[in-house]
């Protein structure tokens, strides 16, 4: 099978921490997740108005302070397999510029070398021989039937429809992540 030209790769929830982030800010744990839940009030179960204050207080620290999830090297060595080539797709907050500089620094950080696409309507990148990861239902949705088609895998969290198989003791997201693209026809 022909190598998807593109992979855009998710950053918040992905490739990085940001829940986690948020949890030790609100002194919670994974314990007290509302899985299946996007919505960060709902998920962390603080308003959303105090989560964001409590960003923006942090501003660009925030995000350059956020953990890097232990699996990149092994979602990335996968998905070079695959592509041609990874670009890092991330939905900077609006209200939040230093979102913009705070993610920026992260990825030359811990990600130097990659392209960085930063836009709100990721779908606008769909088109066939293109794929996407991220941990946002609506996102991989819209990508995967627009006009254009491109393929989309949901990356597995407690926050979105997967919750019930992050769950479970021993569960290996990108294993699941070389599952679908074995179901599309790869060979990984």
Not at 57 to 79: H, M, Q, R, S, V
Not at 109 to 132: C, D, F
Not at 167 to 185: Q, S
Request: net charge negative.
């Amino acid at each position: 099978m022909e190598k998807f030209d593109i992979c855009y790769l998710d950053m918040d929830g992905v490739i990085t921490d940001f829940v986690g982030t948020l949890l030790k800010m609100f002194d919670k744990t994974e314990d007290d997740l509302a899985l299946g839940h996007f919505d960060l009030g709902k998920l962390i179960g603080e308003s959303n108005n105090a989560i964001w204050r409590a960003i923006r207080a942090k501003g660009e620290n925030f995000w350059t302070e956020i953990e890097p999830y232990p699996w990149n090297a092994k979602l990335i060595e996968l998905l070079e397999k695959v592509s041609d080539e990874i670009v890092i797709c991330t939905e900077p907050d609006q209200f939040v510029p230093p979102s913009w500089s705070g993610k920026r620094w992260w990825l030359n950080q811990h990600l130097p070398g990659y392209e960085v696409i930063m836009m709100k309507s990721k779908k606008r990148l769909a088109r066939p021989g293109t794929l996407i990861i991220d941990d946002k239902e609506t996102t991989v949705n819209a990508f995967t039937y627009t006009a254009f088609g491109g393929h989309g895998i949901l990356f597995p969290q407690p926050w979105n429809i997967t919750h019930q198989l992050v769950t479970r003791p021993y569960f290996d997201r990108v294993a699941h992540v070389a599952d679908v693209l074995r179901n599309f026809g790869y060979h990984v």
